[in-house]
């Protein structure tokens, strides 16, 4: 399989791995085809996510994505960071192989899962597009 040399970088020295002991909210999600799991913690202060931190079990790809999500949205504002879909972890990353494309979307759905978890913690109004991604990846968890 060919990866980009940015993959590679990120598989070999991810940056951000670990747990947020204080986390504001945590996502976590995985695939039960391949195996992966990922486990992502945010920090928010003001609306801005201060620190991010992920514990993934998986291939090259998904520790990886989910080490450059954590670059791409720590110190953006929630606002900005719901807009973020795979697409930008694919790019940033300089392209994945095709049947790799699902760790992107792991990533993005850790993310939004953190961002639902802390609305919920917070007693915060969740925004309509998170909540319709939370739905979508509670049914795919049912399957």
Known sequence: MNYSKKVMRHFRKPHNVGK???ASG???VGNLVCGDMMKLYIKVKDEVLTDVKFETYGCAAAIATSSVI???VKGK???KVLKMS???IIEELGGLPPIK???SLLSVEALMEALWN???KEGKKVPKELE???EMIAKVRQV
């Open 26 to 28: 945590v996502g976590e």
């Open 20 to 22: 947020i002991k204080d």
């Open 101 to 103: 494309i699902h760790c």
């Open 118 to 120: 802390y609305h919920k």
């Open 77 to 79: 504002k929630i606002a």
């Open 132 to 134: 319709k991604r939370h």
């Open 86 to 88: 795979n697409k930008d």
């Open 70 to 72: 954590t670059d791409l």
